[in-house]
């Protein structure tokens, strides 16, 4: 089962990389930049939290974000401690040529399947997914 997934996924990346690449976006940045299409103006914690990214491995991904200037990162106003991320213009202007992407790879990977099929592989995938995410805070 793990390797199905793993392959579905590896797939899914090979291609989204193919599409985002006629962009200029790297692959790594397509789920900040959707989650933040989502919501704009979110902490660093709330991205790594809706990506479900490591902190470390978001602050790496957003500066470089920031160097390509998709995103702006600026300190809270009522607390300073906290920086807030936002899309620039660029990043905003994305959502129309890339989002389609994502429609178009899952028509693809659903070609030939039921959609009664696709709906009980979701329900169980985020079970499993769940479970997975549960055995986190369990000790060995």
């Not at 291609?15 to 789920?31: D, P």
């Not at 994502?102 to 979701?122: C, K, Q, S, W």
Request: proline fraction near 2%.
């Amino acid at each position: 089962m793990a390797f199905q997934i793993r392959r579905a996924h590896l797939a899914f990346d090979r291609l989204l990389s193919m599409r985002l690449a006629r962009h200029g976006i790297k692959s790594g940045y397509y789920n900040y930049l959707r989650a933040l299409w989502i919501k704009d103006r979110v902490t660093q914690r709330d991205l790594s939290d809706a990506t479900r990214v490591t902190e470390t491995t978001t602050v790496a991904l957003l500066k470089g974000m920031d160097d390509e200037g998709l995103i702006e990162r600026v300190r809270d106003s009522v607390d300073k401690r906290k920086i807030l991320v936002t899309l620039t213009p660029l990043g905003r202007s994305l959502e129309p040529e890339i989002l389609p992407h994502a429609a178009e790879l899952n028509a693809i990977a659903t070609r030939g399947i039921d959609a009664a099929e696709i709906r009980t592989f979701i329900k169980v995938a985020r079970k499993i997914a769940a479970n997975l995410e549960k055995a986190f805070g369990e000790s060995d």
